[in-house]
């Protein structure tokens, strides 16, 4: 696996919360209002138009896997507690790394979206972040999806050092505004583009540290992956 260390964190404007999340499985649909007024396992899925980049992603300081100079780029706007989210990392990133990651055509970018009523996904993606300051921030995020139904009783800090974090500069860097910062512009990014489930991808030929691409909701499987990887392969080497 090739990794690229990641650029230290810099600071960002405040920004506001993602109003409405969903999050898209690939059985099924978990919704927001659904999950308000019932504990059902056939919550409604939200009818929405198709999702259109407004303005191109600003990936420069958030975690990078692969190599930077791949000529395919993929966005993750990720929630460490969103069952979706850990599927798809259990099921299709591994998939997509040895396929494309490990191979140096894809570089994936994670992008932080902590859903409202997830009570322990804001201070998983704050530990996420700060384990950068140790270059190991994939480790903390294998991690935290490994043991994320522990991180209710045990929380996401535990977990992390657990792993093999250092706790002391995990703790000093939690105290840091910079890493909620840095969040809270990934979550105006969302709300910016009408994003509003996790895991949401934008998938498209790389260009440098902005992104465009083809969004995709859910965690759809792999074969679906596969063919817009493919197509923003063919698309990066028609440009050239």
């Keep these: 696996m090739i990794q690229i260390k990641p650029i230290s964190l810099k600071s960002f404007a405040k920004a506001g919360l993602v109003i409405c999340c969903v999050g898209v499985g690939i059985g099924g649909t978990l919704a927001y209002q659904g999950w308000q007024s019932t504990t059902s396992t056939k919550a409604k899925s939200i009818p929405r138009e198709p999702l259109h980049l407004k303005t191109a992603l600003l990936i420069q300081g958030d975690p990078i896997l692969g190599r930077k100079d791949a000529p395919v780029t993929i966005v993750e706007f990720s929630d460490f507690e969103c069952p979706y989210c ?3 990392h259990n099921e299709v990133l591994p998939q997509i790394q040895s396929e494309y990651i490990d191979k140096g055509l894809v570089r994936f970018v994670h992008k932080d979206l902590p859903l409202p009523y997830h009570n322990n996904a804001k201070e998983a993606a704050h530990v996420a972040r700060c ?20 991180l209710d009783c045990q929380g996401a800090l535990t977990i992390a050092t657990a792993a093999g974090l250092n ?15 840095i969040i809270n512009s990934n979550r105006s990014e969302a709300e910016l583009h009408g994003i509003r489930a996790t895991p949401t991808f934008v998938i498209g030929p790389s260009q440098g540290s902005k992104h465009h691409g083809e969004i995709l909701e859910g965690a759809q499987p792999w074969p679906e992956f596969q063919r817009l990887i493919k197509k923003a392969i063919a698309n990066n080497k028609s440009n050239k």
């Design 131 to 150: 384990s950068m300051d140790q270059n190991d921030y994939w480790l903390a995020y294998k991690a935290l999806f490994a043991a994320q139904n522990c």
């Design 86 to 88: 850990q599927r798809f």
């Design 167 to 181: 706790e002391t500069k995990l703790r000093k860097c939690l105290k840091s505004k910079q890493v909620a910062s």
